[in-house]
Structure formats: C-alpha cells, structure tokens
C-alpha cells in the first residue's frame, strides 16, 4: 500500500477523476465550447490592454469593475448580489461547503455531473430524482423527494446538461415554493434559451441564479457567477478565496465581455446552426434528435459506441456516455460554426451510408 492509499480519506480513493479525453488535433465538438476566439481585427488592442495588468500585484479582491461588466452584459438588476467564482465549479462547491455533515444535495438525472461529485468532495449525501421519458422533471417525484430527503440544496440546471431541453417553468416554480433547501437554478446555456429564472429572485428568497461565460466564447477565462439576494451572497461570500478571479482574468473579461453586440450576434450564429443541423441530422435515418435551448444536441444513435469510434477515426471528438448508462446509445455534439458542423455532419451521414 503506498503512503497517499492508507492515508486518504477512502471515500475520495474510490472517486473516478473527472475525466478530460485528449484532443489534440482534434475538431473539438464535446464540451460546448464556441468556436469563436478573440476576432482578428481586435488582437493587438486586446493585447495592448491585457498587458497593463499588474501581475505582481494580487488581483483586485471585491473585482469591482468585473462586477459592473457583468452586470452590464446580462442585465442584472442593480438590487441583487453577485459572487464571482473561477467557473461556475467552483460556486457549485462552494455551495456545497456551506452544508453541514449529513445535509442533502439533490439534482436530477440524467444532469450535470459536478452536483453529485462535489457532494462526494464534501461528504455530503446525493439524491438525483429520474427525469421523465421527455427528459422534464416528474413533479410527483420531485415532490415526494423532496419530503422524504427534505434536501439542503437543490440543483437545476436550466436548460438542462446532458439533455438541451428546459425543463417545465412552472413545474420549477413549484418545487421552489415547496422546499427550505436553497435552490440554484444553473443557466450555464442562458444565452441560448427563451426564457431565465433571473427575475424571480425577487419573489423567492431560497433562490439563486448560477451563470457562466464559459459556453459563451470564454470557458479559457474560467468565470462564472452566483446571483442572488444581497443578503444571501453577502454571507456565502464569505467562503469564496479572497483572489479568486485572477488578474488575467479580470483584465480580459473586462475588454472582451464590453462587445455584446459580437457576443450576441455570435449566439445567434449558434442558434441558427442549431436550427440547422437538427433538421439535417433528424433526415439520417437511425437518429433521434432532441429539441435544445443550448449549445449542444443531444442524438439517440443506434450503435453509439462504432459511431464514436469512427468520429474520433475521422478527428471529430464528441461525447459519448458510459455504458449501461440511461444514455448508453446517446451523443452530444456541441454546435460550431457552419464550416465544423458541415464536417461533422458528412462524417455522421458516411457513417449511415
Ligand atoms: C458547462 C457547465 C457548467 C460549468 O461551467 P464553468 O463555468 O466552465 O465551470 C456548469 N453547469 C452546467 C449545467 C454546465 O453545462
């Protein structure tokens, strides 16, 4: 037995790590990430004000103007609170730091990955209650989970990851008002869906709003936000590392997030590709395309595993789901430009031929 076996805590030796494939020379079509850099026309003026920063200083701790970018770029209501996170993971644990030893984290499956697992960082018990056959939460069981497990935190990601879709509105309101568990409502794909929890703040005091920039252009800055109650974040503030957001960070957020026009205009590239490659990929005989409010499309494929492996044969890198899982024959590709998506889509239809 090595030295870090027999002192672990052996709950964390049984974890599978997170798990990021290689992708090197890959087309990269697996983590919602948009295809969208830093435009050509601005990399010198970037460069000049990215250069100001001061590194040998910390950065600055309450990222004042940071704060007012966001704001700014997803009109937050100047009455809530904003906690800034390195990604919206680390809100997401820091949540789940607030709990006390036997506390509750309940979710939804399938769903994001990182609720269960930061319970198990943090030692906490994990209940994710069964999406219905439309992949929309079964308010019955929802219910019934939420009085027999009475959870302490409640996850929901809105639209939901792995699936696209958003779940029912007032099936949410509902779960809201029938708990004491602090419910975060996770719109990491805000920027592609209808409709927000945003302004419901205001009506719940037992709910905050969860954002990211990642799956808007930026998931190399790694930023998210928790938006809530000034109340609320100004205590779990407390738990947030003093210098969180790096100076980087902070300078380039700054400049980059300023152009919403570019960064609306290039969700609506995204959009419109969505439209796009579910009407092409719904013709392939053999596949089920999922309506999405996101960045992705979920597909139920007949033989996911020789169709992954031929993808990856061909360069394209998608998501593939465990075996014997719910999503077993599933694949996620996350929607690019029209050039990536056209390549993806010749691959997929060679596939079928
Ligand atoms: C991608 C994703 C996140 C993680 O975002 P980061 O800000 O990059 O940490 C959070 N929630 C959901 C539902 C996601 O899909």
């Known amino acids: ?32 990430e948009s295809p969208f850099g830093v435009p050509e026309e601005l990399k010198d003026e970037f460069l000049e004000y990215i250069s100001q920063a001061e590194v040998n200083r910390y950065p600055d701790a309450s990222a004042e103007e940071l704060q007012a970018t966001l704001r700014n770029l997803m009109e937050i209501p100047e009455e809530f609170g904003v906690l800034l996170g390195n990604g919206s993971d680390e809100l997401i644990q820091l949540l789940s730091l607030a709990c006390s030893g036997g506390d509750l984290i309940m979710s939804f499956e399938p769903s994001f990955v990182m609720y ?38 409640i996850f929901i990601a809105y639209p939901n990851n792995p699936t696209g879709n958003s779940f029912d509105y007032d099936a949410i309101i509902e779960i809201i008002k029938s708990t004491d568990a602090l419910v975060v ?43 809530g ?66 960045n992705f499309l979920l597909i139920e494929v007949h033989n996911a595993k020789s169709l992954l492996e031929s993808l990856k044969d061909s360069g394209i890198l998608v998501k593939g789901f465990a075996i014997s899982s719910q999503l077993e024959n599933f694949i996620r590709i996350s929607v690019s430009e029209v050039k990536e998506n056209n390549v993806l889509l010749g691959c997929i239809k060679d596939f079928y031929d």
């Open 185 to 227: 409502l996770d719109e990491a794909y805000y920027a592609y869906s209808e409709r927000s929890f945003l302004k419901e703040i205001v009506h719940f005091s037992n709910l905050v709003v969860l954002r990211t920039i990642s799956k808007i252009g930026f998931a190399g800055l790694r930023l998210g936000l928790l938006v």
């Open 116 to 153: 269960e697992l930061v319970s198990k960082f943090a030692q906490l018990n994990y209940h994710g209650v069964k999406l219905d056959d439309n992949f929309d939460i079964d308010l019955n069981s929802a219910l019934l989970a939420i009085k027999s497990k009475k959870p302490k935190l």
């Open 1 to 32: 037995m090595t030295f870090i076996d027999q002192w672990l805590r052996s709950d964390i030796r049984d974890i599978n790590a997170y798990h990021v494939p290689s992708s090197k020379n890959m087309l990269k079509m697996d983590a919602m």
């Open 229 to 294: 109650s000034q109340e609320t974040i100004e205590q779990l503030n407390k738990l947030r590392l003093p210098y969180n957001i790096n100076t980087l960070t902070q300078a380039s957020a700054n400049f980059l997030l300023k152009d919403r026009q570019r960064i609306s205009n290039n969700a609506k590239i995204i959009m419109d590709e969505r439209a796009r490659l579910y009407d092409a990929l719904s013709l392939i005989r053999g596949l089920t395309v999922y309506p999405s409010q996101t």
